[in-house]
DNA sequence: CCAGTTTCATAACAACCGTTATGAAACATG
DNA sequence: CATGTTTCATAACGGTTGTTATGAAACTGG
């Protein structure tokens, strides 16, 4: 009961990532949410409770929707498949659009005033979620010897996330898709080779 | 003639060079610049005229005072030696200080408003710079035969530069040094071997 | 010591920030 | 059709943004 909404929640909160995404926390007013969203503010503070918590709602929509290649790529059977899908999905997803380029985990909050620490500590704590995801992935493969004895997980997890984020800040500051692969191979270039041969299915 | 400065101009860049390096251009307020600069508006105004200007010094006085291990890279006699210099130095500034960690020219201004644009650009430009010198450093290393034929100084340039901007992302998200050496160190592992030796003195 | 000049802080400016109180509009149920 | 409930836009809230007009204070020159 009651009356219905005039807007669709899902569209207005896909518009509204966008914006983020190419404006960051900070830099997004809600007089861009509202053209965004097509709604005026009551609306969105009543959909999605204040600004800091709408921008946690597009995080959210933003994994579902773009960071789909991070989980696709864990599950690669080498280390050096899954290093390089994740970088090659970071340099497609990160000069796809045109409109906002780069990666909303970083766009979003880098440096900015102490009001809006919690969400830069969302961000951080965001994108180490993803780094230890891929460190435990790496374990995993050393321990099936797809990396040699003396290389460290956390070290190129450390790594492989600091190529992509510089990557993001590349692809924002406008530099083309190609470059990026290039640069994205030269991280690779040098992969620890792993003693043993593919882990799972070694005969095949 | 006329009645003299109450406060040290030099000083007062400088302390407020911190807090453009800390909070970024757009989340860095007239109070906060006073409170550093330990002077009232006017006194900014007319001694850097307005907030954008104000920033252009500081991104000056950061290149003079902070970036000076840049140039001395690119003096070193290997290509090798360049890359490493760079990023080591990346690492070092970039968790020097633990009131303000990362890089100026990233935190200063990476996303934001329509209306911010101008220094954003002045930012890309100033890193697009700093990575040409490097490429026209790499591409005498490849004349010289320090790097391979094969080697591309454009995509090396770009890749020593993304890596440090990457660094940079995850010293401001406070990664401790120890973590990003070892990711510069993994950067390096895959610099490409040059075909000729020393390139200046051969039989040394 | 007075006139001229430069620099300073106080205080105000309009514009914008995120947030919310108010009341009209639109539905389901009785 | 009236009632209750939910959603909407209008409009305002206090606070902060960058910028500047005003006038007092501090110096040098004559």
Redesign the interface.
């Known amino acids: 009961m009651g009356r219905p909404r005039a807007f669709d929640v899902e569209k207005a909160l896909d518009a509204m990532l966008c914006v983020f995404w ?3 926390y ?4 809600y007089a ?1 949410l509202t053209a965004a969203a097509g709604v005026e503010r009551p609306a969105l503070y009543a959909a999605f409770g204040n600004k800091e918590a709408l921008f946690r709602s597009a995080l959210e929509r933003y994994v579902e929707r773009y960071l789909d290649y991070f989980p696709a790529a864990l599950e690669l059977p080498t280390a050096r498949e899954v290093a390089g899908r994740i970088l090659h999905g970071v340099v497609d997803l990160n000069t796809r659009y045109g409109e906002h380029t ?1 990666c909303l985990a ?3 909050a ?5 009001e ?1 620490e919690p969400v830069r500590q969302a961000l ?1 704590d965001f ?2 979620a993803g780094q230890e995801r891929l460190r435990q992935r790496l374990e995993r493969a050393k321990a099936e010897g797809d990396l040699p004895p003396g290389a ?1 997980p ?3 997890a ?2 492989v ?10 692809a ?4 083309g898709r190609a ?2 692969e ?2 994205a ?3 690779l ?2 992969w620890p080779a792993g003693g043993a041969a593919a882990p799972a299915s070694p005969g095949r």
């Open positions: 190419r404006k960051g900070e830099g997004t007013s861009d780069g970083i766009n979003g880098l440096a900015g005033p102490d809006a951080i994108r180490a460290s956390e070290a190129l450390a790594f996330m600091a190529v992509s984020h510089g990557i993001a800040v590349q924002k500051a406008g530099v470059m990026l290039a640069v191979e030269q991280a270039s040098t």
